[in-house]
């Protein structure tokens, strides 16, 4: 008998005020997840569209990309060892538009690679977010430390670093704008053990992402809050099913003392907990799913479907251990102390 | 037929180091379609030897042998089982589910027994039970809309309906005015005759004790 069910028929009220409380900070939780997901995005689409693989930058910068300078020999030679690698340098600037109207953005150039823009020299590939400021292809830009001109040749999807577009250049106006010899990092795809490479620390895309103090802070924040959402939501559960069993201890006893198992009530309360959760997370997913859509272009917020399935799961899980760890009780209780109390 | 014996059966409660003996080693034999009741006054042990033969807490020494196994000794799980399945049991309050049907009540009691029957069967089993007892008329109320006397019926119903070798009855007519004990009394007795149950019962009610085919009066932890 679905004993369970018919609990939730009767005591409609009870169960649709928790379901509420879970579906508001599930819902809380998915938005604030695409918030983060979206600001990250929006902070290092660059390195996180990378494929899985190794950077590296010089030993002596000590884990600050600005700071390292990779000698142009030793990036001959690894690039000559492996053929898919990369060697690349990210600097922020600006470039002003034929009405003089300056743009900040992230300078990107690198080595011949297809993980990256090849552009020639006096051209320019912006991120499409700048078509939106009325840059349009063709259109000629300009830098104070650079003599020549930029040609907008093309634009490219999602493509930030450090909350400004990118600016694909070639490496020769590259190294004119900022005075430099060399590049700053390379990456090689690929490869489950970096390979060693002298004078060079090797980072994981996830330990490179960190270096970035803006993003390091940013995501950090923005995880701690999901993170107590969750935590919150385990919380509610332990507590909602603690005070319900509270309520129930002589019925449990009872139920007991007639032979029910003690397994079939915490299956009771496990499939209570389940249908509420589900159904909550139904609607708050639907419901993020929907802002997704309709969420203003200029707001960075991406809930992806992976993200959405994993926090559901987490959500599950959490509140089978609030439930279970407040039904403990369920097993203390003795048939005799509830047949000697009266009715419930 | 005897179907349910206890042996020399002891209990002792011990809070620190204060123990007392509250069962001195008591005997007793319940007989197939018998209806027994023990009385006593408080404190006697009444309910502790009612509670001990139910298996619903153990002895300190001593036997308590139904269908011929001990159970003293045995293990929890085997104890649920001969709950579940070969006793039945009405309170003094009727203890019955609060989010549950009348219906339900009964349906959930065999499911507990592990009834072998198909649901449509268990329905049936259950209509002819609640006509047995009366409450047939109110089997999709729920147990808040019934007054004491219906409350104690449905109990009595929930108790017999997975046919019991042993029904425990702890004061069944404490709650109720003194018609309807005489009605849940008579139930109880033409139940226990019908259906050839073993009924031991716990009253401190002597009016209820002309329902009883045999009397067992206890004192200080002792049969009388």
Redesign the interface.
């Known amino acids: 008998?679905n004993?369970a069910w018919?609990?939730m028929?009767?005591?409609k009220a009870k169960f649709i005020i928790l379901g509420s409380i879970i579906f508001l900070v599930s819902f809380l939780t998915f938005i604030i997840s695409g918030l983060a997901n979206g600001l990250s995005q929006d902070n290092a689409a660059l390195i996180k569209d990378l494929p899985q693989g190794h950077f590296y930058m010089s030993t002596d910068a000590k884990g600050t990309y600005n700071l390292s300078k990779i000698d142009p020999s030793l990036q001959d030679q690894t690039l000559k060892e492996h053929k898919d690698a990369a060697a690349f340098s990210i600097q922020m600037g600006f470039v002003n538009d034929k009405e003089d109207k300056q743009h900040t953005v992230a300078f990107v150039t690198s080595t011949d690679s297809p993980l990256f823009e090849k552009v020639a020299p006096g051209e320019i590939v912006l991120d499409k977010s700048l078509e939106k400021d009325g840059i349009k292809v063709g259109d000629v830009l300009t830098n104070n430390q650079f003599n020549g001109e930029f040609k907008v040749v093309k634009f490219v999807d999602q493509k930030k670093y450090s909350h400004a577009p990118v600016a694909y250049i070639n490496m020769n106006d590259y190294k004119e704008i900022y005075r430099a010899k060399g590049l700053q990092l390379m990456f090689i795809p690929g490869q489950d053990q970096a390979p060693s490479i002298t004078g060079l620390d090797s980072y994981t895309n996830n330990e490179f992402l960190n270096t970035i103090s803006s993003y390091k802070a940013e995501n950090m924040s923005l995880q701690m809050i999901i993170w107590f959402l969750i935590a919150i939501s385990g919380l509610l559960f332990a507590i909602f099913f603690y005070m319900m069993n509270v309520q129930k201890i002589?019925?449990y006893g009872?139920?007991?003392?007639?032979?029910?198992?003690t397994g079939t009530l915490f299956r009771m309360m496990w499939a209570q907990m389940f249908l509420i959760t589900i159904s909550a997370l139904v609607l708050s997913v639907a419901l993020s799913l929907g802002f997704n859509m309709i969420a203003p272009k200029g707001m960075p917020f991406s809930l992806t479907l992976n993200g959405t399935i994993l926090l559901s799961v987490l959500f599950l899980v959490i509140g089978f251990i609030g439930a279970t760890l407040s039904g403990m009780q369920i097993r203390k209780v003795e048939?005799?102390q509830?047949?000697q109390?009266?009715?419930? | 037929m005897t179907t349910f014996t206890i042996q020399d059966v002891t209990k002792t409660f011990t809070n620190g180091e204060v123990s007392e003996q509250v069962l001195n080693g008591i005997n007793l034999s319940l007989q197939e379609g018998e209806l027994t009741a023990l009385v006593g006054a408080s404190g006697s042990g009444k309910s502790t030897l009612l509670?001990i033969a139910a298996g619903?807490?153990s002895a300190s020494d001593g036997k308590v042998k139904f269908d011929g196994n001990n159970m003293i000794g045995m293990t929890q799980e085997q104890i649920?089982?001969i709950?579940?399945?070969k006793?039945g049991?009405v309170?003094?309050?009727?203890?019955?589910?609060?989010?549950?049907t009348v219906e339900?009540q009964l349906?959930?009691?065999l499911?507990?027994?592990e009834s072998k029957m198909s649901k449509h069967e268990q329905k049936e089993e259950v209509a002819k039970v609640l006509k047995l007892v009366e409450m047939d008329h109110r089997k999709n109320a729920?147990p808040a809309s019934l007054s004491g006397g219906e409350?104690q019926r449905v109990a009595i119903a929930?108790a017999i309906i997975h046919k019991p070798k042993i029904l425990f009855a702890?004061e069944p007519t404490a709650s109720l005015d003194s018609k309807r004990s005489r009605d849940v009394m008579t139930l109880i007795r033409d139940l226990t005759k019908k259906l050839k149950i073993t009924t031991l019962m716990v009253t401190h009610d002597e009016e209820m004790l002309p329902f009883a085919d045999r009397i067992i009066t206890m004192k200080d932890g002792l049969i009388i």
């Open positions: 008998m004993m018919k609990e028929k009767k005591s002589g019925l009872i139920l007991k003392a007639i032979g029910v198992k048939p005799l509830a047949i109390q009266g009715d419930m | 509670t619903l807490q649920r089982k709950r579940a399945s006793f049991f309170f003094q309050s009727a203890h019955l589910v609060p989010f549950l339900d349906m959930l009691m499911d507990v027994a729920y409350k929930r702890d």
